[in-house]
């Protein structure tokens, strides 16, 4: 039976800069950590040359046009925010959260590998009505300015989200340079979100195990916190965390959903983890990680609650 995306609503919450404003992500297959991902996780990739994959599609790095962002491909994205909402309505997405990214070189360069701009992710939301979320990142390595930067989105230019990478740092989400931001977000009321489970990048693993959110989730009651990527390989502290704590949640991105874990797809479908399960798609194409979603063997209810409504209540949309 075919599938008809516009009968789903779904909201990305994981998403960069290219989805939008392609022009404005530059090459980051340029620093060794991507070019080494890209001999091993994502090998498969390496038909196409690094800077027409990053510009969007076409060996001249032209786009070519395809259902979502990309269709089955990866890094393709958009030329704009209108573009990327037609591929929205035509793909059933309310919403796409798009993140000011930020990553360190923790082995070879010692200096930010991504370091994205917050004001056209700004202006995009303003442009399409809030259908684009924007998100904050966070610096451990300049706690002031980072911090600067959050109250800014949140207060001037309408960002409901923090997601960082601590892994790219070298430091374990419980770090006390990381507090600042946890504490900045209660304030603020805003949700955060930080990677777990080891990077497809070359960076240290010890410290994307998920269990090491315990501390952030006890000190922090009141914070809404997104495990984000799966935490795979250490899938059953994910799925401890997210069942543990009220305010603790996960999200599936930067895995093409036919790839997810059984175990992360049972405690998905169960009633343990069916309200704690985010989408995303981190860039990986909206149609293709949307589609293969809806292809799981997993509950109805189960879909409609990690494509929309988990989402919502998580970024308090519906407000």
């Known amino acids: 039976m075919s599938i008809d995306l516009k009968d789903y609503p779904s909201i990305d919450i994981m998403n960069h800069i290219l989805e939008i404003r392609r022009d404005l992500a530059g090459n980051p297959f340029a620093f060794r950590e991507f070019q080494i991902m890209l001999q091993t996780t994502f090998k498969k990739l390496t038909a196409k040359p690094p800077e027409t994959r990053a510009k969007g599609g ?46 360190w070189s923790y082995h070879y360069h010692h200096d930010f590998i991504m370091d994205y701009p917050m004001d056209p992710i700004g202006d995009a939301v303003k442009e399409t009505a809030g259908r684009i979320v924007g998100a904050a990142s966070y610096s451990p390595f300049h706690i002031g300015q980072s911090i600067a930067d959050v109250e800014r989105g949140a207060k001037e230019l309408g960002f409901k989200y ?54 952030v989730a006890i000190d922090f009651p009141d914070l809404r916190i997104n495990l984000s990527h799966t935490g795979w390989p250490w899938v059953d502290e994910w799925c401890s965390m997210l069942w543990r704590h009220p305010n603790v949640y996960g999200d599936i991105s930067a895995y093409y959903p036919k ?44 879909k409609r609650a990690v494509l929309y409504d988990n989402v919502a209540r998580f970024l308090k949309l519906e407000e």
């Open 162 to 215: 923090v997601w960082f990478h601590p892994l790219s740092f070298g430091l374990p989400p419980n770090d006390r340079r990381f507090y600042p931001l946890y504490q900045k977000c209660v304030e603020l009321d805003i949700a955060v979100g930080f990677q777990v489970g080891h990077s497809a990048e070359v960076l240290p693993s010890d410290c994307g195990r998920p269990m090491l959110a315990d501390d």
């Open 259 to 302: 790839a997810l874990d059984d175990r992360l797809i049972k405690f998905m479908d169960s009633g343990r983890g069916r309200d704690k399960v985010l989408f995303g798609t981190n860039g990986l194409g909206l149609e293709r990680c949307k589609r293969e979603f809806l292809e799981l063997d997993i509950g109805e209810d189960t």
């Open 58 to 103: 076409g060996e001249d790095g032209s786009r070519k046009k395809s259902s979502g962002g990309g269709g089955t491909g990866m890094l393709s994205g958009h030329a704009s925010p209108a573009e990327c909402v037609a591929d929205m309505d035509e793909l059933g997405y309310a919403h796409i959260a798009v993140c000011a990214t930020k990553m």
